[in-house]
Structure formats: C-alpha cells, structure tokens
C-alpha cells in the first residue's frame, strides 16, 4: 500500500511533533484538533520547531517553508476522509479512543490505516471497535517526536502482515529507528523505563537524597541525558501515572504499582512541564 497522506488527531505536543516528521518526510499532512485555537497553535508549534531548525543550520527557509506547506489544520473530523493513513495522539484513555477509532472507521477508506500512538494501552481493544481490526496498528513515536529516534510498531493479533509492513516504512520514511513489538502494555521502552522512574520517586520519600541529588547521581553515574524527576515532568506526571496504572493493571507486579507521592502530584494538578509545577518548578 502506497501512504501520501497522513492525518494526525490530538492537540498536544506529540500530535503538532508527529505532523512534522510527516512532513518533513514528504506526507502531506492534515492535522485535527477539536478547536481551532488548539489546532492554530499546533501549526504555530511546528513553525517555532522548524526556526530552531533554520537557526542551528539543519534546514533552509525554503526547506522550512516546504515543510509547513505540506501541513493543514482543521477542526472537521470529516477532513480526514482522503487520508492513507491516520495515527491518533489524543488523552491516554481507552474509552475516548475506542469511540474515536469507531467513528474515524466510518469517515475513512476501507484500506486506510489507523495508528494509535498509546504508549501502553491494549491496541486489540482499539481495534475491535472498528470496521476492519486488520487494518489497526500501534506507531508509538516518543516525545519529542521530533528528536527521539525510536518508534514502536505495535501489532495486535487482529492486523494484517500489510498493516504493519506499511506502518513500518511510514516510520523509515520519517527517518526512525523502528522495533515492532508485540501488543503489550508497556511494549519494550516504557515496561523497563516505568519501574525505573516508579523507584526514583520511592527512593525520594525514603529521605535516601533530595530530588537534585537524585537525577545528578542518575546523569553522572549512568551517562542518562536526563535524571528521573527531570523526566516525569517532562513525560507529564497524569501520563506517567496512566501508564503505570495499566502496567500494574497488566502484570500486578509491585514495581508497577504507583508511588503514592505520585498520585497525590496528580490530584493537585501538579502534572509538570506542562502545568508550570511538578517535581521541579517551572514558573
């Protein structure tokens, strides 16, 4: 199957990240936001990335500008019709993207693709609220989208060898490194990164170091580019808590379960980066 067109629904980072490695790539690509100033903002998102591009010299503005032309943003869900292939980037609940998927299902082509990007929900379940569970996929980029070289082709027993051998040139074509795992949660990256993050926090209510000593211990001691703390708010600490909740909810081991300083984060809406306050403050 020959992928022109790529539709992106969500409006967060990840979503705006996906449309310009898409681009970027020659796609041409629509991007679907609920609202229009959300949807505005993400195209503005990718024209602030593609200045930094220009500024540190790895594209030219006519190449910047080439991108950004492949790129439309729409609030109409119904615009996503003439789309190859859609990977969906929305709130990580199973519920909002099982009624998404089932109504992306009856907008599409019948030999369009639908790529969740879920970091550990059961892609299976997705798909089974479509037409055609064949032609549904896991493409799980990381954030941002736009550096990180990995994506994790998910295939669940319900897609076709065509699904995944198309979903996994779409990610070569962007110019990833591409694993295909099998469906389940966690896949490879998160169900070792979890634990790891999940004991940092524990490790920090034992009074064993302060949040600082703790992430300059992880960076010099183990050459990360990023200690923990400095990760869960950049990953979002309501994300970070979803995916250990379905971990645990998968494996029942205790390293999955939830620190509860982690919770408590969440209900206050301490939630990181992108709430100015996590673990660290951003204000």
């Known amino acids: 199957m020959e992928i022109r067109h790529i539709g992106v629904l969500g409006s967060g980072i990840m979503g705006s990240g996906i449309a310009e490695c898409a681009a970027e790539a020659g796609f041409e690509v629509t991007l679907r936001s609920r609202k229009q100033d959300t949807a505005d903002q ?3 998102n990718v024209e602030k990335s593609l200045l930094r ?23 109409n869900i119904e615009a996503l019709a003439p789309c190859d292939l859609l990977i969906e980037s929305v709130v990580e609940d199973l519920t909002i993207k099982k009624h998404l998927f089932a109504e992306l299902s009856l907008i599409v082509e019948e030999t369009a693709i639908l790529a969740t990007n879920t970091s550990t929900l ?6 089974a ?52 795992v099998k469906d389940q ?32 211990s992880m960076r010099g001691g183990c050459g990360f580019p990023m200690g923990p703390f400095a990760l869960l708010d950049l990953v979002g600490l309501d994300t970070s808590l979803a995916i250990l909740n379905a971990l645990y909810e998968e494996f029942k081991e205790p390293n999955y379960a939830p620190s509860p ?23």
């Open 42 to 44: 993400m195209r503005h």
């Open 53 to 75: 591009k220009i500024e540190r010299g790895k594209i030219s503005q006519e190449e910047a500008k080439e991108i950004l032309s492949k790129i439309r943003v729409t609030t």
């Open 122 to 127: 059961a892609v299976v379940e997705i798909a």
């Open 129 to 180: 609220a479509t037409k055609h569970p064949e032609r549904v996929c896991g493409i799980h980029f990381f954030n941002p989208a736009t550096l990180m070289k990995l994506v994790e082709i998910v295939k669940p027993i319900t897609a076709s060898d065509e699904t995944i051998e198309a979903a996994q040139a779409f990610a070569r074509a962007c110019k990833k490194d591409v694993v295909t």
């Open 185 to 216: 949660a966690g896949f490879i990256v998160n169900a070792l990164l979890f634990p790891y993050l999940n004991n940092a926090i524990k490790l920090y209510e034992s009074a064993m170091a302060t949040m600082e000593e703790i992430d300059i």
């Open 261 to 283: 300083l982690l919770r408590r984060m969440v209900a206050a809406g301490y939630l990181g980066r992108k709430s100015k306050r996590g673990f660290f403050d951003y204000r």
